[in-house]
């Protein structure tokens, strides 16, 4: 008994010790399991997320609707709107890249738009933030009206649907780490040209946090790539570059009191410039094709980051240094004119800035009859997507050849150009079919292409490398001035950074239109009766509608407006100041143009004159 008592134990111990073998056997392979296994890659954590993001964006889009929906008090209101802004812009960077479109309905500007091809005008109201806020900020003391409550419902339910879509649409998205990184450096772009100037949140003037909320995004998204070994700091470099960013802007202040041009200059470019770095580090391929803004530029403020013969109609008609020097000998040559008296140097002098000093230049043959426009530079042209003042033709040869044609400005003959020119030996060796109209505009196309000037002290001073160099380069009123055209002047929601025209970052492709409502003279008495893209459109949105110009050069070229209305840059500041046309008390029912005063001091307008003036 005892003897069977004794096997029986020996056995369990036995049994024991094999299943305690077996789960510490278990847990070492468990253990080399979670060692060896591979690790998520970068791409799959910053998908996971992107689509995490999206979801919190659309958890707060709906708790937006229900407050709206509830009734809730505007204090609420705003804040539940707040939080939805600030959900967008952990989002912003990758939505922008990969769907425009619907990143636009979510966040485009609140202003109507008409498809030019659309012969029959429809309007494509804009939906989204923007509007929300509009309807938000301010308010009328007395709470929102049932109207207007109504109406913001509707947009916060298509608000919601509009996110809903993003989500559905980015979960099945072909990522690249390529473009991950090049995401994340337009986004440092759009920030600095469009974040922190109010541009997306124009009245509740929420542009500082949220552009923190953002780069705190980006942040998270880079922490997921490792950099090898021997660049190990890159990473503890990267957090401190982010982590400063993020300080400078939750530091106590206004929206009006932030330095923009420091912010820039310490943080904004050292971010966008270590990301590059980054990428290379990686070993992540930047993207090689042709961009209008180089996809290897460290910095917006970098002289050479832009492709002045990107708006081209073919390759082949990019500039040449000998096309260059070939439409140069045109530009000043009375060939081109139907009299033999005129040349491209009459309204566009080299020492007024390619401009003429005349509120609207003297006709062809004179006798006091004017042209229907004031002349704009030719400095930094071709750097925008559209020409002329109405933005009636895309290519530089276009408007060569319709200024040569035009009774009132040159009344030549291309033709007759033609025939003259053909014992020219210098097209020839430029162009091996010799003299024809298109390589006559070319060539006049090309030398205003080079006619390139992003080497103000302006952007100098913001590539200074320390305070001491900027301080040389900028007074402090210049500096000052530079702050209130990127902040409270609102300037820069129009002419953008660094270009100061019109056309859109970050990618740069796009020239916008303005209505401002400007006046036909300095007296402010009645509206201008140039209806501007009007006339080549037809479109009812497009009425009084011009290009936004730049307004680099404003010393030297008074007078100002399209109509050269306004002597002095002071009067122009006064007109904004105002609220345009809409402020002037015209009746102007699609200005884009805000029509709310700035309240801009004495001080203040003097300041921003003084910047522009550094230009």
Known sequence: MVTEQLVITKRIQRTRLWWLRVALFGAVL???????????????????????????????????????????????????????????????????????????????????????????????????????????????????????????????????????????????????????????????????????????????????????????????????????????????????????????????????DFDRLTFIRKHGNTLSGGLLDAQKALLIPVFQETRFLSSFARTLSDSAVFDPSYFVNANNHRATPERVALGKMLFYDPILSGNAERTCATCHQPDRAFTDGEPKSLAVGFGGRRIARNTPTLYNASLQAVQFADSRVTFLEDQAGDVIRNAEEMHGSLPKAVVALKIDLAFAKTFPDGVTELNLKNAIASYVRSLISLDSRVDRAIRANNDTQQAALLTGEEKHGFNIFMGKGKCATCHFYPLYNGTVPPGYVKTENEVLGTPATAQNKRLDDDLGKFGSTRINLHRHSFKTPTVRFTAKTAPYMHNGAYATLEEVIDFYDKGGGTGLGFDVPNQTLPGDKLNLTVAEKKALAAFMKAL
Request: charged share 20%; net charge negative; proline share 7%.
């Open 30 to 256: 468990t253990g080399l399991y979670f060692w060896l296994r591979p690790q998520p890659v970068p791409l799959a954590q910053v998908r996971t997320q992107y689509i995490a993001d999206i979801t919190a964006l659309d958890s707060a889009s709906v708790r937006l609707h229900r407050a709206l929906l509830a009734g809730q008090p505007i204090p609420t209101l705003q804040t539940a709107f707040r939080q939805t802004r600030l959900a967008w812009k952990r989002v912003e960077f990758l939505a922008e890249l990969y769907n425009p479109e619907t990143a636009k309905a979510i966040n485009g500007p609140a202003i109507p738009e008409v498809e030019e091809d659309d012969g029959l005008q429809s309007e494509v109201q804009p939906t989204g933030l923007q509007v929300i806020e509009e309807g938000l900020f301010p308010t009328n003391p007395a709470g929102l009206t049932p109207e207007t409550r109504t109406e913001l419902v509707e947009q916060a339910a298509i608000l919601h649907s509009v996110v809903g879509r993003l989500h559905r649409v980015s979960v099945d998205n072909t990522m690249t780490d390529s473009h991950v990184f090049d995401a994340m450096r337009l986004e440092v772009f759009r920030l600095i040209a469009m974040g922190i100037t109010g541009f997306d949140a124009p009245i509740a003037n929420t542009s500082l946090p949220e552009t923190a909320e953002a780069l705190g995004s980006l942040q998270r998204h880079l922490s997921f790539y490792s950099p090898p070994d021997h660049q190990a700091n890159l990473a503890g470099q990267l957090d401190q570059l982010f982590a400063g960013a993020i300080a400078y802007l939750n530091q106590p202040g206004t929206f009006n």
